[in-house]
Structures are given as C-alpha cells and as structure tokens.
C-alpha cells in the first residue's frame, strides 16, 4: 500500500491540485477559470486527469451550480494541505536565501498605472525599515501563483476576483473611458449606450477583459465583442483608429492624455476600477506590507 501511495503521488500534477482547490473555493468552474487566468477547458481537463489519478469524481456538477462529492468532501481539505505545504518550502527556500531581508517583491498586472508603482516605490524608503522595491509584472494567474509559493511578497491587482486565502486592500480606484472609431466628442458615454457597440478586448490575463464581462454581466447588458483580440493598449487604439471597434480602458492607460475618449458612465455616476494590493498574513514582511498597503490605500485618488 505504502508503494502504491508514493507512486500516485509522484504522478499528481501541482497544477490539477490548485485548479481543484480553485473550484472548492468558488464554487464555479467558470469562475475557477477567471480566477486563475486560463480557459474553462483548461481548467476542466486538469481536474479530470485529477481525478482519473486518484479514482474518483471531487465534484458534481448541476444546473444548480458545483458541490462536492464524497469522495471530494474528504479528499479536498488534503489537497488544501499538501498545496499549504508545498507553498510553505518555497517560501521558506526563500527567505533561507533572501540574504538581508532587505527587498520587497512585488507582483504587478500589465494594468497598474505607473503613478501607483512610483508611489509604492518613494513608500518603501519610508517603512520603519526602509527595503529596497524588486517588480515582476506578470499575467494574473502567475502572479497569484507567485504570491502563494512565496516568491512574492505582495502584488498588485485589478479587484475582480476572489483571493480568500489572502490579506487585501483597496489601494487606487480609476475612472474607466472608453476610445472610439472617429471618436471627436469627449460627451460622457452612458453604459446602456455602450451595449450597443463592439469592444476589442485584450487576452483575459490582465484582468482588463473580466472586468469588462464582470461589468456587463452585472447589469443585464450584451456585451458585443471584435472576434481577434489586441496585444496591448496601444493595439486597442490602433484598432479602434481602423474601425474594428471600441475600446474600454482605465484612464492611465492612454497613450496620451489627448486620445480622443469618453468617460464611461452609469446612471450619471463614474465607472470605475478598483486596484487591491494582496498579501499573506503570514509573510515575515507582514508587518511592513500592512503598513505600504495602508499609506498606498490612504492617498489613493
């Protein structure tokens, strides 16, 4: 028994674990996916080969949403563990090798403005220790990835999904616009309005793209989409330049402030999105992101 145990563990992919722990904590395949930034088929076919490895379904799925099996309400709460442990071996290989302590290691999306990362930057010389600011920008899931292995110590990331698991903080809140073909008004574009037109979206890696579905969703609107995505801001507006579509962006992130652009808004109230910094309460630098968090959120525009 003890030889077949170790050989099934051998073969147990930390992938299929922490998209298996994913579904436990959203309750949704769908929302497992956007949460870890990869495709719902992605995510599926990594819980099944899951589950094929271990010889029993961990979830049962019904119009009535996801539940766990029996199998799955016993086995779970393990792969919680084993991923808690692997996480903890990463983390602790790095503090064991960060020598000095002196660096904060900070994850950011494509879609954090640089006037928030300066802030973070003249932040960190004013902590009770005062540390040096290392940056890794990243797509969502590996930043997530990176946070729970340790090898970040904060990031920071557009609040559209959950992060249970982590401490959080609202830190910067920026009004969304929206860049269309011919645009030469800046007249506020009304959201019910924006159901009519087509966006361009980027790949849902930024965290752009599932707030724009998050918004939509939420307010009962079609959201009408280019069928080829944009590589970046500056795509977006070339494409927008072509006819292909509109565009939906925070302000930041511009090319110029003199874009042609419409503030978006909803029932005459700004549309905007919110950016929370994440970390572990269990960080040595816990103490410190606390505090960076804190300044950050206190002077958020």
Same mark, same amino acid.
């Given at each position: 028994m003890e030889r077949y145990t170790v050989a099934m563990a051998d073969r147990l992919n930390p992938e299929g674990l922490r998209y298996a722990r994913a579904v436990a904590e959203t309750k949704s395949f769908s929302a497992a996916a956007r949460a870890y930034g990869v495709t719902q088929p992605a995510l599926s076919n990594g819980i099944a080969k899951l589950e094929e490895r271990l010889g029993e379904k961990l979830f049962d799925r019904s119009p009535r949403g996801v539940t766990r099996t029996a199998f799955g309400a016993r086995v779970l709460p393990l792969i919680e563990r084993a991923l808690d442990a692997l996480d903890a071996v990463t983390a602790e290989a790095g503090r064991l090798t960060d020598v000095g302590?002196?660096?904060?290691?900070?994850? @950011?999306?494509?879609l954090i403005g640089s006037h928030l990362v300066a802030r973070a930057f003249s932040m960190v010389q004013d902590l009770?220790?005062?540390?040096? @600011?290392?940056?890794?920008?990243?797509?969502m899931r590996e930043l997530r990835d990176g946070l729970s292995a340790g090898e970040l110590d904060v990031i920071l990331i557009p609040a559209v999904t959950a992060m249970p698991r982590f401490e959080h903080r609202v830190i910067d809140v920026e009004p969304i616009v929206v860049v269309s073909p011919d645009t030469v008004e800046t007249a506020p574009l009304e959201l019910e309005e924006a159901g009519k037109e087509r966006f361009i979206l980027v790949p849902d890696a930024c965290g752009l793209t599932t707030f724009t579905?998050?918004?939509f969703r939420a307010h009962e609107l079609p959201l009408r989409?280019?069928?080829?995505?944009?590589?970046?801001y500056q795509v977006l507006e070339d494409w927008t330049k072509l006819g292909l579509g509109s565009a939906m962006v925070p302000r930041s992130?511009?090319?110029?402030?003199?874009?042609?652009?419409?503030? @978006? @808004?909803d029932e005459g109230r700004e549309v905007r999105i919110s950016f929370e910094a994440a970390w572990s309460a269990d960080s040595p630098l816990a103490a410190d992101l606390t505090h960076l968090a804190d300044r950050l959120a206190s002077v958020r525009r």
């Open positions: 302590g002196r660096k904060i290691r900070m994850g @950011l999306s494509p009770p220790t005062p540390r040096d @600011l290392v940056l890794r920008e990243a797509n579905t998050q918004l989409t280019y069928p080829g995505e944009a590589a970046s992130k511009l090319t110029s402030p003199g874009v042609p652009h419409r503030p @978006l @808004l």
